[in-house]
């Protein structure tokens, strides 16, 4: 099995980076069924990667049906350590127009209908996720976006909803005066699951168009947004360009907080801990069930 230190998660159009070496598909198994895709392996840099389609090559899955868990599960199991997430986002803020990156530092989670945890009956386990993505990861998307010259915003709300159809407008001025600055139906729970498997993970947030609260919405054609979504994905691609060097060159990862999420997370007491839940949580969670 290929093995990386860095998994990005987004659509297709991220993969097709210049200078990526020694690129190739392959398949990985997971304990939690069928991940999305195959992963994209190569080189950057001397920098090891993993590409993973979220929606699966062609955009086949829709955000309700994507096998979060396994997605993140193969992404530890090849050796990732950091997730960069690049995802396509409504914005609910005069201030954020298409086309802006949103390097995103809180959720809120509306979503209802997915599986939210690798644990459960037999194996229980409560992180933290009150800082829900990892800032030393975001200060290296910052300054690697600075570099690259993309509009970059720092911090910000995504408001996750469970989809497919789009947000009524009542619900996107409720989502305005919750403080929210973006919506998408993709981060959680994959941010959660990132957590519980003790991966550094961060955001980005690539605004397409204004959620239905905005008077221009309706305003908006298909062409209008398959431009800026073609012009995000240039953008994203040149951006993890950028931020791989950085990340793959940070003598102080291992020291990062994420990557200890669950050190004194496990509840269940270890003589009544299910022995299948263990096998299956092996690739997450085996520092800590040894």
């Avoid at 690798?118 to 990861?137: E, N, W, Y």
């Avoid at 951006?239 to 003598?251: E, F, H, I, N, S």
């Amino acid at each position: 099995m290929a093995q990386a230190s860095i998994g990005i998660i987004g659509g297709s159009g991220v993969y097709d980076i210049a200078g990526l070496e020694n690129k190739r598909w392959e398949k990985v198994e997971s304990s939690f069924g069928e991940p999305s895709d195959e992963l994209l392996f190569g080189e950057l840099n001397g920098v090891k990667l993993a590409f993973l389609p979220r929606h699966a090559r062609g955009h086949k899955i829709p955000p309700s049906e994507v096998n979060y868990r396994a997605n993140i599960d193969v992404m530890k199991r090849v050796g990732v350590t950091d997730v960069i997430s690049v995802s396509a986002v409504g914005s609910l803020r005069e201030q954020l127009p298409p086309g802006t990156f949103v390097i995103v530092d809180q959720f809120i989670d509306r979503t209802f209908a997915r599986n939210k945890s690798f644990f459960g009956t037999g194996l229980v386990a409560h992180v933290s996720m009150a800082h829900p993505v990892c800032k030393r990861l975001g200060d290296h998307i910052q300054a690697a976006a600075k570099e690259a010259g993309i509009n970059a915003v720092r911090g910000g709300t995504y408001l996750v909803m469970e989809g497919p159809q789009f947000s009524s407008l009542a619900e996107s001025e409720l989502y305005r005066n919750w403080g929210c600055d973006v919506i998408g139906m993709t981060n959680m729970p994959e941010a959660k699951l990132a957590r519980e498997a003790e991966l550094c993970y961060a955001t980005v947030a690539m605004v397409t168009d204004y959620d239905c609260w905005h008077p221009d919405h309706d305003h908006v054609t298909v062409d209008q947004i398959i431009k800026v979504l073609l012009e995000n994905a240039d953008k994203a691609k040149s951006l993890v360009k950028q931020v791989v060097p950085r990340v793959g060159a940070d003598a102080k990862a291992c020291d990062c907080g994420c990557r200890s999420a669950l050190q004194y997370a496990l509840i269940t007491a270890p003589d009544a801990r299910d022995t299948e839940m263990k096998m299956k949580l092996q690739a997450v969670a085996g520092r800590v069930l040894k």
